[in-house]
């Protein structure tokens, strides 16, 4: 089966830009949640898409907007780029309907801000 | 999602057994505890999961301790490729907005 792949491996962007990541789920799997990670950090809860919807989101600012497509491949755009946006993100693949589905994740984009 | 604790940082030695403990006291009772680890330079990977009962896999253990406060983690024989960070969660049904702590880096000596 082919696993998690996430889309460019590594980017630098100048504050105030636009940015879009790229994730394609494990074959199979219907929902994709997208994490940050900081230096040092535990990945944190970003948001979650199911059957092409956001299907929960955790602290972060509507300047981080998601899509899900038909395939249940996604996307995370980051508007409006600042420094503490600089960190690894990561996407992880499961299937919802099946009652704790194990998170299968990709092995990142890593995202520096200047 | 339930607050887990795990100490920052344990070490063990190659080819013994390494238990890593987790404390989630405010796990609710239909929350899995879940485990992940992430090595350098990768996205977490999965160990294990459970609810009430311990859990065997090829990769490792789960005890889960009667009161569901607190789990263990063990590893039958630590490896050098098992130099890692763990992750210990609680987990609802379908992962909304599960956050992971810090975990513990376990430092594997040769």
């Known amino acids: 089966e082919t696993g998690v792949t996430q889309s460019p491996t590594h980017l630098i962007k100048t504050r105030g830009q636009q940015v879009t990541l790229r994730c394609s789920s494990q074959?199979?799997?219907?929902?994709v949640s997208w994490y940050q990670q900081a230096l040092g950090q535990g990945p944190q809860f970003i948001f979650q898409?199911?059957?092409?919807?956001?299907?929960g989101r955790g602290n972060f600012p509507p300047r981080f907007s998601g899509l899900q497509f038909p395939n249940y491949s996604s996307e995370l755009n980051v508007n409006a780029l600042e420094l503490d946006d600089s960190a690894l993100y990561l996407c992880?693949?499961?299937?919802?309907?099946?009652?704790?589905?194990?998170?299968?994740f990709g092995n990142g984009t890593r995202l520096t801000v200047t | 999602d339930a607050k887990t604790t795990q100490p920052n940082s344990m070490e063990s030695n190659e080819e013994e057994p390494v238990h890593l403990p987790c404390n989630h006291s405010?796990?609710?009772?239909?929350?899995?505890i879940h485990w992940y680890r992430q090595l350098p330079s990768q996205g977490p990977e999965y160990v294990i999961h459970?609810?009430?009962s311990n859990v065997n896999n090829r990769m490792a253990s789960l005890a889960i301790a009667e009161d569901r406060k607190s789990s263990t983690l063990i590893l039958h024989r630590a490896t050098l490729r098992d130099a890692a960070v763990y992750y210990c969660?609680?987990?609802?049904?379908?992962?909304?907005?599960?956050?992971f702590g810090i975990g513990t880096k376990l430092q594997v000596i040769p």
């Open positions: 969660i609680g987990s609802p049904g379908g992962y909304q907005k599960v956050t």
């Open positions: 405010t796990i609710s009772g239909t929350d899995y």
């Open positions: 992880a693949s499961s299937l919802f309907d099946r009652d704790n589905s194990p998170l299968h």
């Open positions: 898409y199911y059957r092409e919807e956001e299907n």
């Open positions: 074959s199979g799997h219907n929902t």
């Open positions: 459970g609810l009430t």
